[in-house]
């Protein structure tokens, strides 16, 4: 739960005295088979969790065969006898738990408060659980800056190779920065996750990525284009926001409106 959230009387009150149900705790979920669509493959499959409430309607990724796609749950049963095993699980259920005023960039929409578009409800809409592992970290001393890309080191050829082929292709699907700890989601054959330091000087270093290349990938270096741009952008018309909150969240508007558009079975957008 975020620092700046309080709990009372079975709600959740934040900074901007907005109330929102708790969440329901882990153990009162009641274990079910979900019957689940697959847009793109046109096809329904069951699946087992008991590890979410699901309702129908929900928009998942699954674990399987159909691992990375997006599906709609369509039935939900808490009456079933299966083999243990038999049927594969519920990896994460997509949320949208939060409300919040996104701002344009040219190719993002951008946030400066951990609302709709914080860390840990971004990777569900990715597919990826928010579980914690054991990781060996180095951080060695190469650094980079904000404001020249090709800082981290790489070659003009593999630099244009992020550049054009990641960056300008909207492969970077998402980028966010809160209190000097960076973290992006690229997605190329799937989504790989990028982290970075950055300080208030816009100088950045420890650039890891969750693909196995040794050193600066084009996952790391595109994404270092996309700061480059996004805090050009937040610079020039957002600065107020940023600096008040010292942190932004972006996610590409190819991958959100999409996701918005399927997932969303109510609320309302504002446009201005
Ligand atoms: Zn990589």
Redo the contacts with the bound molecule.
């Keep these: 739960m975020e620092t700046n959230e309080t709990i009372h009387d079975g709600v959740m009150k934040d900074v901007d005295g907005q109330l929102n149900p708790v969440p329901p705790k882990q153990n009162s979920v009641q274990p079910s088979v979900a019957e689940v669509y697959f847009y793109e493959e046109d096809v329904s499959l069951p699946y087992y969790t008991d590890r979410f409430n699901l309702e129908e309607g929900d928009t998942v990724f699954v674990e399987g065969k159909m691992a990375g796609k997006r599906g709609q749950v369509q039935k939900v049963s808490h009456t079933f006898r299966i083999r243990s095993g038999e049927y594969e699980q519920i990896r994460c259920v997509v949320t949208f738990s939060k409300p919040s005023k996104l701002y344009f960039s040219t190719s993002h929409l951008i946030e400066f408060r951990a609302r709709a578009l914080s860390v840990k409800q971004v990777k569900s809409w990715f597919g990826i659980p928010d579980e914690k592992v054991e990781l060996l970290i180095g951080e060695g001393t190469e650094t980079f800056r904000v404001s020249d890309p090709f800082t981290t080191g790489v070659n003009y050829e593999f630099g244009m190779k992020a550049h054009n082929e990641y960056f300008r292709k909207n492969k970077v699907k998402y980028l966010s920065l809160e209190n000097g700890n960076g973290y992006a989601i690229v997605v190329d054959d799937q989504p ?1 996750e990028v982290r970075f330091r950055m300080d208030k000087n816009g100088t950045g270093r420890a650039l890891t ?1 969750s ?1 196995q ?1 040794v050193g600066v ?4 270096q595109a994404v270092v284009f996309e700061l480059w741009e996004l805090m050009d952008t937040i610079m020039g018309k957002y600065r107020h926001e940023y600096l008040r909150f010292n942190r932004f969240y972006a996610v590409s508007k190819d991958f959100i409106l999409p996701l918005l558009m399927n997932a969303k079975q109510s609320g309302s957008i504002t446009i201005d």
């Design positions: 790989y990525c693909c290349e990938c084009v996952h790391s």
